[in-house]
């Protein structure tokens, strides 16, 4: 199912460009907040750490970390002509699309793991429970894994991915999905912040339990692999 040596220069790949060094920065703020949080103290600890989450972590960070890289999984093959290379090979496309989609999440999760981790603990300081870290982390995790998914079809449905995601992200996500609450249903941040307040706090979470937030998103991390792998077979390269 995965190609551990296309694995392995996908990684290379994006770890040499000055994009990952841009989303290491970005993956800084959460914890950069919780400085700030800490040394000022002016509300419940629980509270702070739950609208970090909602607010910046799983909106902003996660999503933007993850479709960029995800994005550029295929994308900058594509636009640098290599895609022609990598479809040559006899691998089958599901398999091709399912590596560099893991490749773009395991970079995404390498920077916002620890960012997580260690923006909880400054916040939550002597209040710090595990599940207060762990739902979190889930929540990043599945999200990330879907934003990635979701923009590697786009890098293959448009020659401007970052930008509709971006534009999904901020317009959909940030402003509609936000004040109308049946559109939560279609924003992947929705679900994730769903899952990551679940060992919190309740506040302003979507209304979603934790099993259909998971649902969700594995179906919608399903849809777009095989969306990709359908555009892969069938799109005229580059």
């Known amino acids: 199912m995965i190609s551990w040596p296309v694995y392995r220069l996908t990684l290379r790949s994006i770890l040499d460009g000055r994009k990952a060094l841009a989303m290491v920065v970005l ?4 914890v950069v907040a919780a400085i700030v949080f800490a040394a000022a103290g002016e509300i419940d600890p629980r509270i702070f750490w739950a609208r970090l989450l909602q607010r910046l972590v799983i909106p902003t960070v996660t999503a933007f970390i993850a479709v960029v890289l ?9 636009e640098d002509g290599t895609i022609l290379y990598l479809a040559s090979t006899p691998l089958p496309r599901r398999t091709l699309v399912m590596t560099k989609i893991l490749a773009a999440w395991t970079v995404s999760m390498a920077l916002l793991v620890p960012a997580v981790v ?3 603990v400054i916040s939550l300081g002597d209040r710090l429970e595990a599940s207060q870290i762990l739902w979190p982390l889930l929540g990043v995790a599945l999200s990330a894994l879907c934003y ?13 991915p970052v930008v509709v995601g971006a534009l999904y992200i901020l317009l959909w996500e940030g402003s509609i999905a936000t ?8 924003s992947i941040a929705a679900y994730g912040r769903a899952l990551a307040v679940e060992g919190v706090v309740d ?6 339990s934790a099993l259909t937030a998971v649902l969700v998103l594995a179906g919608a991390i399903v849809v777009a692999v095989w969306a990709a792998t359908r555009r892969f077979s069938r799109t005229e390269l580059p």
């Open 203 to 208: 506040v302003n979470a979507p209304d979603a």
């Open 70 to 78: 995800g994005a550029g999984a295929l994308g900058d093959e594509r």
């Open 179 to 186: 004040f109308a609450a049946s559109a939560d249903r279609f």
């Open 148 to 160: 990635c998914a979701v923009s590697s079809w786009l890098s293959l449905a448009t020659r401007r």
């Open 118 to 120: 260690i923006a909880g």
């Open 27 to 30: 993956a800084l703020v959460p």
